[in-house]
């Protein structure tokens, strides 16, 4: 079976490991800021700040812009729960924007509408699949009202967008006040569970590293005036600190982030070849401003027009070795949030829903199984295969 994701660990990656195992520090220690410093470098952002999961950085972000009840946050209805449950941690309204249907990316449009609203505060736009927002135009709308900005990036370490003739790197934080990633397996780099914030803001980064831990925050100035042991808690903080054992996973798993990017895209790109003429389905977009790092490869199927529904299509490629998912069910249906009342507002967000399928992309793929998907995807498209 091929699954639609899945890690990549090789020797480099296990040795670090053991190493980190065998040090005096497994968790509070120097990994923890060596993978900070190299995430940084990496995104061309002042500071990372490592915690546990890619949650639970959403959450930190959403903590320490002081989102709070009353407050509202615009976001899109095609990501991952996490990211409007963040609003929902501190007690924030998620108000859901319509994306594009070409992208499944929030839509400026649509955010254009909904800036007027009074009690909205920031914006928290997923960079879906891989393919960054138009993160310029965000920006310059949120300038308008004084918004904040935070990029859930979890699947766009390593992408990279235009403006006015120079690139931007996801996460350097160039257009937002913070930028999310995450390192579950199926993401670009994994540390087991992990996650990091960006942000070029000094003030943030220090409210992010106390809220990590506990609300704590120790300084030279505090030891020197209440005794050498004192901590001050100043804040209703968390522990969502990541272990040195993750950070030198991580720390080998980010030395590899180029080659990780390079395979997907090549993958993208015979899938592209392969599907893109043919009638019903329509591959992502690669636009020229852009370099989409294909967290996944979502395509999208007119299933009426084949004559199988989504669900049939799925368990003939499950019954043929290929592994396949939705991402995502639009997050205002869900049953938690219809009970906090929220309804069908989004209909480009529906339209993509009943559409898309996700195949197979993964930095170790052969180009055999590339080559299995395409036939057998192929094949049911052309309805010549009975399974
Ligand atoms: C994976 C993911 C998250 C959550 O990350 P975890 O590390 O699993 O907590 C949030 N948002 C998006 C878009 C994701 O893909």
Excluded at 321 to 332: A, D, K, N, R
Aim: charged fraction near 20%.
């Amino acid at each position: 079976m091929i699954p639609y994701g899945k890690q990549s660990i090789d020797q480099d990656d296990i040795d670090s490991v053991v190493r980190a195992l065998r040090s005096p520090k497994i968790t509070q220690g120097p990994l923890i800021d060596g993978f900070e410093a190299k995430l940084a470098h990496q995104c061309g952002a002042r500071y990372a700040v490592a915690v546990s999961t890619g949650t639970a950085a959403l959450h930190l972000a959403a903590l320490a812009l002081g989102l709070k009840k009353g407050d509202e946050v615009l976001t899109t209805p095609i990501s991952f729960l996490a990211t409007s449950n963040a609003a929902l941690y501190v007690g924030a309204k998620p108000v859901f924007c319509d994306v594009d249907y070409a992208t499944a990316n929030i839509s400026v449009l649509c955010l254009q509408k909904l800036i007027a609203r009074s009690r909205i505060k920031a914006i928290f736009p997923v960079h879906f699949g891989g393919l960054p927002c138009d993160m310029p135009s965000i920006h310059k709308l949120a300038q308008k009202r004084d918004l904040f900005v935070v990029e859930d990036a979890c699947h766009a370490l390593g992408a990279r967008y235009k403006s006015n003739g120079s690139w931007f790197k996801v996460g350097s934080c160039a257009h937002s006040d913070m930028a999310v990633f995450s390192f579950h397996p199926v993401k670009h780099i994994t540390t087991g569970e992990g996650g990091a914030i960006t942000t070029n803001s000094r003030k943030l980064y220090e409210k992010l590293l106390s809220l990590r831990s506990h609300g704590v925050v120790r300084t030279p100035a505090l030891s020197r005036r209440m005794g050498p042991w004192y901590y001050a808690m100043t804040d209703l903080g968390f522990n969502y600190r990541l272990t040195d054992i993750q950070a030198a996973l991580g720390i080998s798993q980010l030395q590899k982030l180029d080659a990780f990017v390079k395979r997907r895209r090549e993958i993208a790109a015979l899938y592209d070849q392969a599907f893109k003429k043919l009638s019903g389905v329509q591959t992502p977009l690669d636009l020229k401003d852009r370099i989409n790092v294909y967290h996944l490869y979502p395509l999208r199927i007119d299933f009426k027009q084949i004559g199988l529904s989504r669900t049939e299509f799925m368990s003939k490629l499950q019954n043929l070795g290929v592994g396949s998912q939705v991402h995502y069910i639009p997050i205002y249906t869900q049953p938690y949030y219809r009970r906090l009342g929220y309804r069908s507002n989004c209909p480009e967000a529906e339209h993509y829903y009943a559409d898309t399928l996700s195949l197979p992309i993964f930095f170790e793929m052969t180009h055999r199984e590339v080559h299995k998907v395409i036939q057998v995807v192929k094949g049911l498209l052309a309805g010549a295969l009975e399974v």
